[in-house]
């Protein structure tokens, strides 16, 4: 028996949601906000999130706490006619209470949802197109590719990008300049070879550090370098997906060279139990030349540590190119349940204004929209800079199956990790690797 | 005093007519009474109702269906169910956890006995060393968790430092990539600080024998650990029992723990049963399989407790 309890809300809520907008478009053409010659949908385009009224519940990872804790305070300062109720939602549990209110049919309003996991809302019609709108942004077009990637369906959007949170290169130029490296590596062998001058200086330096006990952390870091190099590890529309493991020249290459740099002791021993939890400690003592890490690491640094000891640079490819960062964060999402999506489409357009996004880097993340980058940006946010201007050039693993395929524990992606830096059989990894993705992939899509 | 009436307005006892309506009168009043005991436990009844029955069922429930963590569902029947012999990690899970339990459970209550033992006398002080030794329940296993992860880093944490100048491991030992290290560190942990608990329960069983027992004892000559073996622990059972029976359940339970120090590692030779559930619905999001499995926790610790309690039932029980 089938059972389309969770079906029939998104219709009646994409319902809801139209005659609120067709009601605001009725309104707008009253005050003149729509133009006489404009097509019905362009109206509704026009008019929905234009002075919306009420209350607007917008759900929040704590783990991004202070770009809304300090934005909502402003908006509802300054939108007297709409009020954000902020509501944080513990980092782990995120998905699982949207989940949860959403079957209950009390979604919020709006949600910054971790992108990763908007195709398993956005597949199963719980959240509201807003293709249209999104099409109407001005500034579409400088939008993180990535995280509008994971808000799409066929050609359909159903997300925006909120905030990003983004891995770079971090690399510590004294260091190289000591060891006679001009600057950040731009290739994977550059990258070896910088380690191996680096850790040959001696004194307790080492060429690179990772986090070889925290698979996220090797996911955000790691992938970035395969997609600078043209591949990614899952391929094909949802529902038809393959794993491209054995035959992936860059994940081959880029595991040999981590193996190497473990089997060389350029890494530190204690790299092997990093889970996460102090995660770039060891870059900010000054003796290790390189860790692929966050940008939000750059806090503690610019606490603890000579400006002349830290920079960033784009995560290199195999062969050089631009590099990649993993387009991490959250995009906003509207449940198709949601009693207001007037008021968060308005919100959602204010956090995306320019005056907006130029608070993020303050705030601890990265602006969403790469035309946020000026000259002024660049000197009051050089180490941010880097990051937005690798935006362009970020991507994702798109797929349902991302948090079996790569965060759980013992996923494929750590079984894989291990075998080859660890114990040094690339192939075996790399074949058996093959097999793992592809059966997550093939249980996730049954 | 119940009567017939006399016309001089004193009353004569009848006392077949005054007994048959005692009779009436207890009846009244124990059927009033059961009504009030029952008015008295249905906020208990409604409540286990509503926050135990109610969602026991309902996760019997999900468990025969594919549910997922969003979208729409239908039933698989046992699906899910015949579906775990299958998973390995679920079936690891069991095994790792059944191993840890039966690691840590007579350790807990052979420190906590002792600790007992330790602290139970009103000597100067013994208030002090049953604070101390309770601290660390009271702390709590998610901080202490916390700690220990710190603590057991290769290079700088307390305990390399510690064992490396005692020859015994070296400063560069990684507690969590070595399964049998991990679940060591663990053990000892766990404890450390169950055992506190342990001694609380069994220092108040203690403290219910009495004194004459000991003096008895004594007259007859009795050894230290004569008065522990024929006193003391006959007359703990039901504390020991009590204590086992928690600190059974609790291992069977343990999450916080593996989740923060190890994470399930070296590869998932650590995820203990409950993590697994966790992972299957959290991180996975099959809620109706992660819900298959919980049943199937609590049928192991509903049995696990069954034969805990005929085993240790006290004779007089």
């Given at each position: 028996m089938k059972l389309t309890k969770m079906k029939s809300t998104p219709w009646r809520s994409l319902s809801t949601a139209a005659a609120a907008a067709a009601l605001l478009a009725g309104a707008a053409a009253g005050t003149g906000v729509a133009s006489a010659s404009a097509t019905p949908n362009a109206r509704v385009a026009q008019t929905f999130g234009v002075n919306a009224t009420g209350t607007v519940t917008f759900w929040a990872r704590a783990a991004t706490k202070a770009i809304p804790d300090a934005l909502v305070k402003e908006f509802n300062a300054t939108h007297p006619h709409l009020k954000i109720v902020l509501h944080l939602t513990p980092n782990n549990e995120a998905s699982s209470e949207l989940a949860t209110a959403i079957r209950a049919g009390t979604a919020p309003d709006l949600v910054g949802l971790n992108d990763i996991n908007v195709p398993a809302f956005s597949k199963e019609g719980a959240l509201l197109n807003v293709t249209k709108y999104v099409n109407a942004l001005p500034y579409k077009s400088s939008l993180s590719p990535g995280h509008l990637k994971l808000a799409t369906i066929g050609s359909q959007y159903y997300g925006v990008p909120y905030l990003a949170d983004l891995s770079v290169l971090w690399y510590n130029p004294k260091l190289f300049k000591q060891a006679g490296i001009s600057g950040a590596p731009k290739t994977f062998a550059a990258m070896l070879q910088d380690a191996k001058k680096i850790t040959s200086?001696?004194?307790?330096?080492?060429?690179l550090s990772f986090a070889g006990d925290c698979q996220g952390c090797l996911g955000f870091t790691m992938l970035p370098s395969i997609w600078a190099s043209g591949q990614h590890l899952v391929t094909g529309p949802l529902g038809k997906q393959n794993a491209n493991i054995d035959h992936n020249a860059p994940l081959k290459s880029l595991l040999t060279d981590y193996h190497e740099i473990w089997a060389g002791k350029m890494?530190?021993?204690a790299d092997q139990a990093q889970n996460g939890s102090t995660w770039g400690d060891d870059f900010a003592k000054g003796n290790v030349g390189m860790l692929p890490g966050d940008y939000g690491f750059v806090t503690n640094y610019l606490k603890s540590m000579p400006k002349s000891e830290f920079a960033d640079a784009p995560l290199p490819g195999a062969n050089g190119g631009p590099g990649s960062t993993f387009d991490g964060g959250d995009d906003f999402v509207i449940p198709a349940?949601?009693?207001?999506p007037s008021g968060a489409w308005e919100v959602v357009k204010w956090f995306l204004a320019r005056s907006q996004q130029e608070q993020y880097p303050a705030l601890g993340d990265t602006p969403i929209r790469s035309d946020i980058l000026t000259s002024s940006f660049l000197a009051k946010y050089p180490y941010d800079a880097v990051a937005l201007h690798t935006l362009k050039y970020g991507s994702v693993e798109y797929t349902l199956a991302y948090n079996e395929l790569f965060n759980a524990p013992g996923s494929p992606w750590d079984k894989m990790f291990n075998e080859a830096v660890y114990n040094g059989n690339v192939s075996g990894a790399l074949s058996s690797g093959q097999a793992s993705f592809q059966s997550t992939l093939a249980s996730v899509d049954s | 005093m119940e009567g017939a009436a006399l016309g001089d307005g004193r009353d004569v006892p009848v006392p077949g007519a005054a007994a048959s309506r005692r009779r009436g009168s207890r009846s009244r009043r124990e059927r009033l009474e059961a009504r009030a005991g029952l008015a008295l436990v249905s906020p208990a009844i409604a409540m286990v109702a509503v926050f135990i029955l109610f969602p026991l069922g309902f996760c019997v429930y999900i468990s025969l269906t594919n549910w997922p963590l969003i979208g729409p569902y239908h039933f698989v029947g046992l699906a899910n169910y015949t579906a775990l012999p299958h998973d390995s990690v679920f079936v690891q899970s069991i095994l790792f956890t059944l191993e840890y339990t039966a690691i840590v459970t007579i350790p807990i209550l052979v420190f906590g006995y002792l600790m007992a033992v330790f602290v139970r006398s009103n000597r100067p002080g013994a208030s002090i060393f049953r604070t101390c030794m309770f601290l660390p329940y009271i702390v709590g296993l998610t901080t202490l968790s916390f700690l220990a992860e710190v603590e057991l880093?290769?290079?700088?944490g307390t305990a390399n430092v510690i064992l490396s100048k005692l020859h015994l491991a070296s400063i560069n030992t990684i507690w969590v990539q070595n399964a049998n290290l991990a679940l060591a560190a663990i053990c000892v942990l766990v404890v450390w600080l169950a055992s506190g608990f342990t001694m609380m329960l069994l220092l108040a069983g203690m403290q219910g024998v009495p004194e004459q027992l000991y003096e008895s004892a004594d007259v007859d000559g009795a050894s230290w650990w004569e008065k522990e073996r024929l006193v003391t622990i006959p007359l703990l059972r039901r504390s020991i029992a009590l204590s086992l029976i928690i600190s059974v359940v609790g291992s069977i339970l343990a999450f916080n723990q593996f989740y923060i120090i190890?994470?399930?590692?070296p590869g998932t030779s650590t995820v203990s049963l409950v993590m697994e559930i966790y992972e299957t619905f959290?991180?996975?999001?099959?809620v109706g399989a992660a819900s298959a499995m919980a049943v199937v926790l609590i049928v192991v610790v509903g049995l696990i407790t069954f034969v805990q309690f005929r085993v240790l039932r006290s004779d007089d029980a």
């Open positions: 200086l001696g004194h307790g330096d080492y060429g890494a530190p021993h349940g949601a009693s207001n | 880093q290769p290079g700088y190890t994470d399930g590692g959290n991180t996975a999001m099959h």
